[in-house]
Every structure is written in C-alpha cells, then in structure tokens.
C-alpha cells in the first residue's frame, strides 16, 4: 500500500497472546508496515501518545484493560490523535452486541479470530491516503512543518475568529512581535546579540510550549514571530515578553536550547477591542513596526509598545 508520506507506515499491536501478535505482525509486515506490539493497554495508549501511528489493533486478551477501555481513553483523551483507526480483534465469534459497544467507544472496526484483515486493508488504503492528503494540506497552508507554530496565512485565519469574540465580549487584546536573538560575542561584562537562524526551532518551541492555552503563536516571518494574546492589556503584554524570556534562560541553563537568547519584542495593546475602531490584523502591523524600533543591543529589556513609537 502506497502512502503519501516517505516514511512506511506504522502500526501499533496491543495483544497478550504471543501467537495472535505473531501473525498479526506477520499480516501488516508483509503489507509493508512497520509493527510495534506491546501486551499491556496502558503501555499500549503511552505508544500511541508518542509516536504517530497510522494503525492501532487492540485485542480483548489483553488483562490490564479492556479493549473498549483502551478505545474509550484514545476517543475521550486530548493527548491522542482522534483520527488514527483502531482495530478491536476478538477471540470469540462476533457478536452484535459487542460490535456495536467497540463503535460507540470509538473503534474503527471489530473482528473475529481467524481475523480477515483483508476487507481492513482495503478500507485503510482510502482512509490513510485521505488523512495524509488531510495531514499535508494543513501543514502547508496553516502550520509550519519545522517549528509546528502557526504560518501566516493561519494566523490572519485565525485573528479574524479571535478578533470577533474579542468585539462581541468588549475584551482586551495584544500582539507581540518577537525577532529573537543569540548571543554572539561578549565584550567585557556586556553581551553582543545577533538574529540567526540557528536554534530559531528550538527557541519557537519554547515560545510554544511556555505560551498560554489561549495564545496563538506564529510566524510573522522566517526569523520573526508573533503571539495573538486574547483578553491582554498593555500590562499582560509586558509580563508575557518578561515570562518567556524567563524560559528561555532557563531553557538556556539547562542545555535545552544551544546558548543564550534575547528577545527583541514589540507590542500593540488595547483595553477594549470594540471601543478602540482597529482590528486585530492591524494590532499585527503595529506591533511588528513597534519591534522596528527595539534596540539591537544592550543588556536590559529590548521591548517597545507601539504607543511609544515617535509620531511623525
């Protein structure tokens, strides 16, 4: 079976009857899969949190959970990929009762032993090239493959929806715009700083992972980043810069991110979206010509509101 990705693709075997593993890893080797197995449903549903498999199967042998328990966790659980098909297999004859319980916990598909996984592979070869073609589509159009943060275009997608509940609700609203630097040099007891390329992932992962729930962080560029802060004043906008700043120190003590990093950052903030006449893509513009005028240099905080900005 032919996918639309350069890697094989994965399955996932969740079974404590070594035979039944055995031939089940056989079937889906010999279909060009590559098959990790595991006896336990709970090391089965760690996997699939990890690792990005196109297949789970899950048979009602397993002793530390039932199968519909291990469907249950992945339909209900925000840390699973819902779309991945989950396959329960089942050492009894097929029964109507306990077909129609694996659907509502969320199977994609219950068999009998001797299973027939021939009917599934017909179905998985339409479903897998769907949700890759799915998969490609919006990693292009509106995240970033590299650094998984919003592209452009996703964020003017999205400033559009956020901007909306933020008129209807009277709520406050900021963007910042963030050109991090590396250090490249010191000179005595002051740093030189520099914008590269170099560790621009690791540094987006931070902003990422530190940012909250409610933030959409993105691309303004190749080298630039912006954060659309729903319900942030001016003063919110200011502790966010001097939060993840904090971060990416630590990130920096701790080696997960090669040396230190200093944010340049620029802001644009209102106390009411509604009562202020602008949108939320020209908050963007203004917090992008505010980081224009942070300073390249020195060793204090370089953060500029565009309130502060010069009048011309």
């Given at each position: 079976m032919q996918l639309p990705?350069?890697?094989?693709?994965?399955?996932?075997?969740?079974?404590?009857?070594?035979?039944?593993?055995?031939?089940l890893e056989s079937v889906f080797q010999q279909r060009g899969y590559v098959v990790a197995h595991t006896r336990s449903g709970a090391q089965g549903l760690e996997l699939a949190r990890l690792a990005n498999h196109d297949l789970l199967v899950v048979d009602e042998s397993l002793s530390d959970m039932t199968a519909l328990d291990v469907c249950s966790a992945i339909r209900d659980g925000a840390r699973f990929d819902h779309s991945i098909p989950i396959v329960i297999t089942s050492p009894t004859p097929a029964d109507p009762r306990a077909r129609m319980?694996?659907?509502?916990?969320?199977?994609?598909?219950?068999c009998s032993h001797p299973v027939d996984l021939e009917p599934v592979f017909i179905k998985l070869q339409t479903f897998v090239r769907a949700r890759g073609e799915i998969a490609i589509a919006r990693s292009e159009d509106f995240v970033n493959a590299t650094t998984g943060l919003y592209t452009s275009f996703g964020l003017r997608q999205l400033a559009g929806k956020?901007?909306?509940?933020?008129?209807?609700?009277?709520e406050p609203f900021a963007c910042v715009a963030f050109a991090p630097q590396v250090m490249d040099r010191e000179i005595g007891s002051s740093m030189l700083w520099k914008?590269?390329?170099?560790?621009?992932?690791?540094?987006a992962h931070v902003l990422r992972e530190q940012s909250r729930q409610s933030d959409v962080v993105g691309h303004a560029d190749d080298m630039r980043l912006v954060i659309l802060?729903?319900?942030?004043?001016?003063?919110?906008?200011?502790?966010?810069v001097a939060r993840l700043q904090r971060e990416l120190n630590r990130a920096a003590k701790n080696k997960a991110i090669g040396?230190?990093?200093r944010l340049r950052a620029g802001y644009s903030a209102v106390s009411d979206l509604a009562m202020s006449k602008i949108n939320v893509a020209e908050l963007v513009h203004r917090a992008e010509s505010a980081l224009d005028h942070a300073p390249l240099q020195g060793d204090g905080d370089a953060i500029v509101s565009f309130d502060d900005l010069p009048i011309f």
């Open positions: 990705v350069e890697r094989p693709p994965l399955a996932l075997i969740a079974c404590s009857d070594d035979w039944m593993s055995r031939a319980a694996a659907f509502t916990a969320g199977a994609w598909e219950y956020l901007g909306a509940r933020a008129l209807r609700k009277h914008e590269s390329a170099s560790g621009f992932a690791d540094v802060a729903p319900d942030t004043d001016a003063e919110g906008a200011r502790l966010l040396g230190n990093v």
